[in-house]
Structures are given as C-alpha cells and as structure tokens.
C-alpha cells in the first residue's frame, strides 16, 4: 500500500491537491500548467499498455502472496500448540495491541496489560497491573522449505 501523504512529505509537497498534482509532474505522469483559449489545464499522459501489463501482474502475484500467507496463517491457528520450550509461555489467549510498524514484513511484536493477581502472584505494593511485552517467535510459524 501507498500511503499518499507520507509520499507527498518525502517529495516535500504539500499535502494538498496542489502537491498531488506537483508529485504527478515530478513522476513525469501530468504536463506542466497549460494555458489556451479555453483557460488553464493540466495534460493527462496515459500509462502505456506495457505499465498496465505489468501492474496486472504485480497485483497477481501480490494476491497470490496473501493468499499463501492467510493459507499458512490459519495452518499455525489450527495446529496443535508445542509444549513450553525454554520456559517460554504460550500467551496467545491473551488481548495484545500489535507496535509493528505499518509496513513491517511480520506482525511480530504486540504489548497487553493485565492484573498481577492474575498471575497467581501477591502484590503488597506498587501497580497491580502487569506490563507485558509479547515477542513472537516467527522460526517456530515458518519452518524452512
């Protein structure tokens, strides 16, 4: 995905029609300004036929990537859970909130918050909440092929 205004502050344009129409001159997509008879306007440049082809074919194969991924993703959902590794707990029942950046290649990073006494343990002072970080371990979800 293409965030258009992160896209516009990289070009340092406005995030406005204005720098929109700018970006697209930069691109070389649109003409500059032109003025006639019949007042100003800007000229529309089509994609070629082979630009088209091959943004076809990237949507393809990035359907085909998410589909491969959502197929794997409901694989590991299903699968039967391993047992503790190295103290490792399963916390996977647990709410968490993704901090993975928006473009990040794996959703692998995500912090909750619960209340110690959850934990079976006794709290005589301090916060009574649990801060928690979750780290998955993405080697164990993809096996090498």
């Given amino acids: 995905e293409v965030d258009v205004r992160e896209t516009l502050s990289a070009l340092s344009l406005n995030k406005s029609q204005d720098g929109a129409c700018q970006a697209l001159i930069k691109l070389g997509r649109w ?3 032109k003025k006639s008879s019949r007042g100003s306007h800007n000229l529309y440049e089509p ?4 630009v088209l082809d091959c943004a076809r074919s990237l949507r393809q194969l990035e359907n085909q ?4 991924l959502y197929e794997t993703c409901s694989q590991v959902k299903n699968a039967e859970r391993k047992p503790e590794v190295d103290g490792r707990k399963d916390l996977t029942a647990l709410p968490a909130i993704c901090i ?3 473009r990040a290649s794996f959703r ?3 912090i909750g918050l619960r209340r110690r006494a959850s934990t079976g343990r006794k709290v005589k002072k301090g916060s009574k909440w649990e801060l928690l970080f979750h ?3 993405v080697s164990d979800i993809y096996a090498p092929e």
Avoid: F
């Fill in 31 to 33: 003409s500059e300004v």
């Fill in 47 to 50: 994609w070629s036929s082979d």
């Fill in 65 to 68: 990537r998410r589909e491969k």
């Fill in 100 to 102: 993975d950046a928006k």
């Fill in 108 to 110: 692998d990073d995500a």
């Fill in 135 to 137: 780290i998955a371990d």
